[in-house]
């Protein structure tokens, strides 16, 4: 499988995620919890179908829930392209 791809959305939201955590939690942790969704990035890239196919939208694009977040995902080209990371609570269906 070829490595994963982060969109510029997605690379914003996990930066603003960061931001957020460093200012709630701290570094060590806004660290850690970064690194987590790096991990979880790779998981996907390694099984993608392991994510649900949300067709709510259209085009439909795959979700993968990892802790407090959801992370959006298409196949292309048999590469995974993260399109956003949004917290679960965010009403995506207006995103897409």
Same mark, same amino acid.
């Given at each position: 499988?070829?490595?994963?791809?982060?969109?510029?959305?997605?690379?914003?939201?996990?930066?603003?995620?960061?931001?957020?955590?460093?200012?709630?939690?701290?570094?060590?942790?806004?660290?850690?919890?970064?690194?987590?969704? @790096?991990?979880?990035?790779?998981?996907?890239?390694?099984?993608?179908?392991?994510?649900?196919?949300?067709?709510?939208?259209?085009?439909?694009? @795959?979700?993968?829930?990892?802790?407090?977040?959801?992370?959006?995902?298409?196949?292309?080209?048999?590469?995974?392209? &993260?399109? @956003? &990371?949004?917290?679960?609570?965010?009403?995506?269906?207006?995103?897409?």
């Amino acid at each position: 499988m070829p490595p994963p791809r982060i969109s510029p959305a997605a690379q914003q939201d996990i930066d603003e995620i960061y931001l957020y955590g460093v200012l709630t939690y701290g570094p060590t942790q806004a660290d850690s919890y970064t690194n987590s969704l @790096r991990g979880a990035v790779l998981l996907i890239a390694e099984h993608p179908f392991m994510g649900r196919e949300r067709d709510e939208v259209r085009p439909p694009i @795959r979700l993968w829930h990892h802790e407090a977040h959801h992370l959006f995902y298409d196949l292309i080209d048999g590469t995974v392209v &993260v399109q @956003r &990371v949004l917290h679960h609570s965010a009403d995506w269906t207006e995103l897409f």
